[in-house]
């Protein structure tokens, strides 16, 4: 059966110092791969998401950026965190078009 | 272009009484739709989905919602709510149009009152 493993499950960075959110999924070839924030009481934003490695595709001007090194590895980074990086990101994936998507347990990043 | 509205931002029922929360959606194709339950600082579970097969889906954990596309809607329902039903629920539509994503609704918070 298929699993994504999301980590780390939270994360205090200071602001100005760098991120590296990791994603694997297993039991799948090919998936789709998304990152999303949720912000405290909202609903989700969709960040990045990817059909293939080395595909990434950008839905929000941030200060974030994602890259796929490998097939079921999505990988969220930064250079230097915002305050306002603060939140709840979620790693989810989905096979084809018109499907569902299936989400790791998120990582809650504050930033201080 | 496609669009998903909750329109309870909270509901609260009493343990034992009915779930009703509501969603409509805005497509100019045959949607695929899903709802979505999270409970506090985890992540997202698929409840169930409809992709245009019987109208009537039946979801985990005793749910159900009914694609009625005169109406535009897919409300979910529960007959009776537990008190482990507290969280918050997305309605999600497909986008046929865009590149492999889903639009999502602002979320409903279900209250269980005991």
């Known amino acids: 059966s298929q699993t994504i493993h999301q980590w780390p499950a939270t994360l205090v960075q200071p602001v100005g110092s760098p991120l590296s959110l990791e994603c694997t999924v297993e039991?799948?070839?090919?998936?789709?791969l998304y990152w999303y924030r949720q912000a405290a009481g909202r609903g989700l934003q969709l960040l990045f998401y990817s059909v293939g490695i080395g595909q990434i595709s950008s839905e929000v001007p941030q200060n974030l950026s994602a890259s796929r090194p490998q097939d079921r590895q999505f990988i969220l980074s930064s250079k230097k965190l915002l305050l306002s990086d603060s939140g709840f990101y979620l790693c989810?994936?989905?096979?084809?078009?018109?499907?569902?998507?299936?989400f790791g347990q998120g990582t809650r990043l504050t930033v201080v | 272009a496609q669009s998903v509205t909750q329109l309870d931002s909270h509901v609260s029922v009493s343990e034992g009484t009915p779930v009703l929360l509501r969603c409509n959606y805005s497509s100019s194709y045959s949607p695929s739709l899903f709802w979505y339950v999270q409970h506090p600082n985890k992540g997202l579970q698929l409840l169930l989905k409809y992709t245009s097969a019987a109208t009537l889906v039946k979801g985990i954990n005793g749910f159900e919602a009914e694609f009625k596309k005169s109406e535009t809607s897919f409300h979910l329902t529960k007959p009776s709510a537990h008190m482990s039903d507290a969280a918050e629920y997305f309605c999600?539509?497909?986008?046929?149009?865009?590149?492999?994503?889903?639009?999502w609704g602002a979320g409903t918070k279900l209250i269980i009152k005991p």
């Open positions: 039991g799948t070839s090919n998936p789709n």
């Open positions: 989810a994936w989905s096979v084809g078009k018109n499907t569902e998507a299936f």
């Open positions: 999600v539509v497909s986008d046929l149009v865009g590149n492999y994503q889903l639009i």
